[in-house]
């Protein structure tokens, strides 16, 4: 069963747009809640993270937005590129394990 | 930078055969992760050890055994490979304190015949 539910499982976007992937979880003792990248034939690497007493996060055209009361958070890629064709994957970590979604596969058309 | 390696990229392997999957990190992690990832499911963890010779169940522990002999070495051991463990296997380490960022491999592609 797993503790972080991630979708769509699927998105393609046109080059300027705006990507939009939610996760949602439900144990409350979850602690710090990074997202994942990860291109083909690569491992995935940490992209941006936040804690859940910080309601938004952003780095450069990445942006977090969490809601703790929802046990809900989103990662917002705006101006989406070529580049940024790759699995997404959310996650959730506690006593430094990490449960993570099922993954979303984002494709940028030019 | 952190390097993470894995001894083999692709593997295939006839069921009941023993297999081993190495992993090798650089950067002096007390802590190292072995997981599994499959379409539509995500990663998920195998096993994990905090220190030599510990190491503690993930949530899909059936069927595989670990051992961590060196602090830089973790290895993933399927004592009789079964066409189930066909899969991309992933091995990541951290630091104690790291927060929750880990460090992954390349990965091994194992198909299991």
């Known amino acids: 069963q797993q503790q972080v539910k991630q979708s769509p499982q699927s998105l393609i976007v046109q080059k300027g747009g705006i990507s939009i992937i939610n996760c949602a979880y439900e144990n409350t003792a979850f602690d710090y809640f990074p997202w994942y990248q990860q291109f083909p034939g690569k491992g995935p690497a940490l992209l941006i993270a936040?804690?859940?007493?910080?309601s938004e996060k952003k780095e450069g055209r990445f942006t977090i937005s969490f809601n703790k009361s929802a046990k809900q958070f989103s990662l917002h890629i705006m101006d989406s590129q070529p580049g940024d064709s790759a699995t997404y994957f959310c996650a959730a970590t506690y006593d430094y394990k990490l449960s993570f979604g099922a993954g979303t596969t984002v494709t940028v058309r030019a | 930078d952190v390097k993470v390696t894995q001894s083999s990229r692709y593997l295939v392997k006839r069921t009941g055969e023993k297999v081993f999957l190495e992993c090798v990190q650089d950067m002096d992690h007390e802590n190292m992760f072995w997981y599994r990832q499959d379409p539509g499911l995500g990663l998920r963890l195998i096993y994990f050890?905090?220190?030599?010779?510990?190491?503690e169940k993930g949530d899909i522990p059936e069927g595989y055994s670990v051992s961590r002999e060196k602090k830089e070495r973790f290895s993933l051991i399927l004592e009789s490979a079964s066409t189930n463990q066909t899969s991309m296997y992933l091995c990541?380490?951290?630091?104690?304190?790291?927060?929750?960022?880990?460090?992954f491999g390349p990965g091994t592609r194992l198909t299991v015949l």
């Open positions: 936040i804690r859940p007493d910080v």
């Open positions: 990541a380490s951290s630091p104690p304190q790291g927060g929750g960022e880990q460090f």
């Open positions: 050890s905090y220190d030599v010779k510990m190491k």
